[in-house]
């Protein structure tokens, strides 16, 4: 209605303008007249068609929106049934939350998933790893409800979680898993120079027993356990029994451990399983790595390696045992003796900041390439030996510059190298750790020599001599000396012997730990050439302000959970033996287990030092953390955290191992080894308790899943009560029956073969049509000759049946 309006009002404007101004216009007769309106029509025409050209895209936009609107009006209706069905029918579960993560909506199929009630709550409460990966702003992620499995999309924008229940494809994904095949590895440890000094009936007693446990455990978990060699042994099974495998801990490592107590013998049992979706011969590659790695961290342990899992490690509760005789010890020195002759020139090299242990060990190598005439040097930047060496070369300055003359800079070294140049590194577990990384870049002949319990990263070594035995990487060498040259003895110094005696001190902490008898005979042999005990122990000696700055730092101290100890700075020091010397000074306090003293040794760049008693295994809390070491001597580099990342992450781990903290109440789902058995109430500390429930090994115990609990239990309990039923009934058809199985007789009355129990059984069912399980057919005596013999079936704990085998010659 404006439109034409402002149409009319734009007329009559135009005839008053006209009718104003004809006067002006000399129109004489008709035509003129009739022209000056042609030509004013021609105006108005001219501005009619600019302005529809002008507006022709606006009217085509709106004429657009209005068929579009039109289409969404007829639609309306629909979408809306669309989004309603969306929102509440599909088994889509939708959960909207505020900013402090409380639920303030959820449509009816997230309220089946989780609780009619579950508005009003806080999501922790509720699901703590759906609250736990909203913190951490996860887009895209699996959860566990109950029985069931969902995919979950997070828009965090929003505040908005959407549920997919996956449970068939994770069941379909969980049943492939659990049937991909694990093979491991065993080996009897120390098994030929255990058995030795025994007669030929003791030996084969015990190694019976040892062979009956291993076989017994394999067989609890359905693998097939087949012998090829006297102390070496494979077991195949699937990854569902590995996993129950590792829930229990490998329990037979300690199975082991007690027959060898009992008899008083030092064998123990090593382990490598791996797990791969890939072909056997390349799953037997990884064993192989596997059980080789179990080996070189000291043995008495399980490596296991699962395709896209960080490699997992058991036992190894006790300090590794002496498992190299005199002769491995004789062939390892011949062979690195070859190598050397085989080389064009030789270069030694320990590790950063290195004692006296890795310097003494240097010395002692250098001796052994002198020996096969051949020129060698030492790698060292004086910088990156610890203050204690550097107080050494100084001595050695004045004393015996000899010695010096030996050293090398890395980038000299690099220049000597060619194809035939063999590298020597001595007391290093790492190649992170090595003095001059770029020189173990160039090398492509490598030796290791060390005595550190090899981690995940190793050296590609052609040759390593490592020993986690020995006290030191002094005793290996000093012991490699004695077989080195048979022809001429090698000749050390006494101050050589010194530096070396002095590593033997640094790295048993005074002969406290890690001790052997080749330990005092490495130090007896030592004393002969010279070493001056007293002297060694003046450079170890230190110095009032680093006494004074390690009580400094003693007066940080953080103890955790009663038993752990912590010193905590921000401060860099980069020597790291203060750090150690502090975690050693921790551990004298009374009632503490294991120590930690955690620092900045660079600007990017923390360092700790683990020191501990037996309880505790400081080795594996290091190796987390990407580091290493022994089983009470640690150490860990960890670059871009924190200190106080660091620390909390070492505490995180304590106290999922060993408790304390707030408490919560958990029902386990599983087996727990120290915790409790299946269906068990527990109380543990929160931080190990969701822990078990995102492992899916325990629930909390909330009043909904301890009533869940006690209906299953008693549902257990009556079924229970039927099947005993039924096994008495079992029993009464059993009892007093027979069967006769014929067989063929020697001359001598002895049988061809052996009768088996699966013969038993299979007899048992044809003459009565009772079906026994074989494994739980019990003989009273073996069957050697015809006659009657009493078998025995255990249908339950407390009920068994018994019948008669009667054995008659064919």
């Known amino acids: 209605m404006k439109r034409w309006l402002v149409l009319i009002i734009a007329l009559i404007l135009l005839a008053i303008s006209v009718y104003l101004y004809l006067p002006y216009f000399e129109v004489s007769d008709t035509n003129q007249l009739w022209s000056l309106i042609a030509f004013i029509a021609s105006i108005i025409f001219v501005v009619v068609m600019i302005n529809l050209f002008i507006t022709y895209e606006s009217r085509q936009k709106i004429k657009t929106l209005q068929n579009r609107l039109s289409m969404w009006t007829k639609l309306s209706y629909h979408v809306n049934q669309v989004g309603d069905e969306v929102f509440n029918e599909l088994p889509i579960g939708i959960l909207a939350l505020d900013e402090s993560f409380e639920i303030k909506w959820a449509n009816p199929h997230a309220k089946n998933i989780f609780d009619?009630?579950?508005?009003?709550?806080?999501?922790?409460?509720?699901?703590?790893?759906l609250h736990l990966s909203a913190m951490n702003n996860k887009v895209n992620f699996t959860i566990q409800v109950k029985d069931e499995s969902y995919d979950v999309t997070y828009r965090s924008e929003y505040k908005f979680f959407y549920l997919f229940n996956v449970t068939e494809r994770e069941k379909v994904k969980e049943r492939y898993m659990d049937h991909l095949p694990a093979l491991g590895i065993l080996y009897l440890d120390n098994l030929d120079e255990a058995l030795g000094s025994l007669d030929v009936q003791e030996q084969s007693s015990l190694k019976g027993e040892y062979l009956a446990a291993i076989a017994d455990w394999a067989n609890k978990y359905d693998g097939f356990l087949k012998p090829y060699d006297?102390?070496?042994?494979?077991?195949?099974?699937?990854?569902?029994?590995?996993?129950?495998?590792?829930q229990d801990k490998f329990d037979i490592l300690d199975k082991v451990r007690?027959?060898?107590?009992?008899?008083?013998?030092?064998?123990?049992i090593s382990m490598g399983i791996a797990s791969w979706d890939v072909d056997y011969e390349e799953l037997g590659i990884y064993a192989q790595n596997a059980i080789e790695l179990a080996e070189k961290r000291g043995g008495d342990q399980v490596v296991v390696n699962i395709q896209d899992q960080k490699i997992q490690y058991f036992g190894a509760k006790s300090d590794a045992s002496a498992k190299s005789s005199r002769v491995s010890v004789r062939i390892n020195a011949q062979?690195?003796?070859?190598?050397?002759?085989?080389?064009?020139?030789?270069?030694?090299?320990?590790?950063?900041?290195?004692?006296?242990?890795?310097?003494?060990?240097?010395?002692?190598?250098?001796?052994?390439?002198?020996?096969?005439?051949?020129?060698?040097?030492?790698?060292?930047?004086?910088?990156?030996?610890?203050?204690?060496?550097?107080?050494?070369?100084?001595?050695?300055?004045?004393?015996?510059?000899?010695?010096?003359?030996?050293?090398?800079?890395?980038?000299?070294?690099?220049?000597l190298f060619n194809e035939n140049t063999l590298l020597i590194v001595v007391d290093s577990q790492s190649p992170k750790i090595v003095m001059a990384p770029e020189v173990l870049e160039k090398a492509k002949k490598l030796i290791v020599i060390d005595h550190h319990r090899v981690g995940e990263e190793s050296f590609d070594a052609m040759f390593s001599f490592i020993e986690p035995y020995a006290s030191s990487t002094i005793e290996l060498v000093m012991e490699l000396l004695n077989f080195y040259n048979m022809e001429e003895e090698i000749k050390i110094t006494p101050i050589e012997a010194t530096i070396m005696y002095g590593g033997i001190i640094v790295d048993t902490n005074n002969f406290s730990y890690r001790t052997g008898s080749r330990t005092f005979e490495v130090a007896s042999k030592l004393k002969d050439l010279g070493a001056d005990i007293v002297e060694a122990k003046l450079w170890l000696r230190r110095d009032l302000l680093r006494?004074?700055?390690?009580?400094?730092?003693?007066?940080?101290?953080?103890?955790?959970?009663?038993?752990?100890?912590?010193?905590?700075?921000?401060?860099?020091?980069?020597?790291?033996?203060?750090l150690a010397q502090v975690a050693e000074s921790l551990l004298t306090i009374n009632g503490i287990d294991a120590a930690?003293?955690?620092?900045?040794?660079?600007?990017?760049?923390?360092?700790?030092?683990?020191?501990?008693?037996?309880?505790?295994?400081?080795?594996?809390?290091?190796?987390?953390?990407?580091g290493g070491g022994h089983l009470n001597s640690a150490a860990a580099q960890i670059k871009e955290q924190s200190v106080q990342e660091v620390f909390e992450q070492i505490k995180t781990q304590l106290e999922l191992e060993y408790g304390g903290g707030e408490r919560m109440k958990i029902i386990l789902l599983e087996d727990v080894k120290g915790k409790g058995k299946k269906d068990d109430v527990i109380e543990v500390a929160s931080g190990y308790g969701l822990f078990l429930v995102n492992q899916k090994k325990a629930l909390i115990a909330n009043d909904e899943n301890i009533q869940a609990l006690n209906k299953a239990k008693e549902e257990a309990l009556l079924e229970q009560q039927r099947h005993i039923d039924l096994m008495k009934k079992l029993k009464s058809e059993i009892d007093g029956k027979k069967v006769t199985l014929g067989i063929q007789i020697g001359q001598d009355g002895k049988l061809f073969g052996a009768v088996t129990t699966k013969q038993i059984a299979e007899a048992f069912e044809q003459a009565h049509h009772i079906m026994i399980d074989k494994k739980k057919i019990e003989?009273?005596?073996?069957?050697?000759?015809?006659?009657?013999?009493?078998?025995?079936?255990?249908?339950?704990?407390?009920?068994?049946?018994q019948f008669e085998v009667h054995i008659i010659e064919k």
């Open 596 to 626: 930690f003293m955690i620092s900045r040794i660079g600007t990017d760049t923390v360092g700790v030092s683990a020191r501990s008693y037996q309880q505790v295994n400081v080795q594996l809390l290091m190796e987390m953390l990407g």
């Open 547 to 578: 006494t004074l700055e390690i009580n400094r730092l003693l007066d940080r101290v953080d103890i955790f959970l009663g038993r752990f100890a912590f010193v905590v700075t921000p401060e860099i020091y980069e020597d790291r033996i203060l």
């Open 258 to 268: 007690q027959i060898s107590t009992q008899n008083q013998v030092r064998i123990s």
């Open 779 to 801: 003989l009273s005596s073996d069957i050697n000759s015809v006659g009657i013999y009493t078998a025995s079936v255990q249908l339950h704990k407390d009920i068994k049946a």
């Open 230 to 246: 006297d102390d070496r042994l494979i077991v195949i099974l699937y990854r569902k029994q590995l996993n129950l495998m590792i």
């Open 116 to 129: 009619p009630k579950i508005t009003g709550k806080a999501l922790k409460d509720v699901h703590p790893q």
């Open 335 to 415: 062979t690195i003796r070859d190598f050397i002759n085989q080389a064009s020139n030789v270069f030694v090299m320990g590790h950063f900041q290195s004692d006296l242990d890795a310097f003494g060990s240097m010395i002692a190598v250098y001796h052994m390439a002198k020996a096969s005439k051949k020129p060698v040097m030492m790698i060292a930047e004086e910088q990156k030996f610890d203050q204690t060496v550097q107080k050494v070369i100084g001595i050695l300055r004045d004393k015996m510059p000899i010695v010096l003359d030996s050293f090398i800079l890395p980038e000299e070294a690099m220049k």
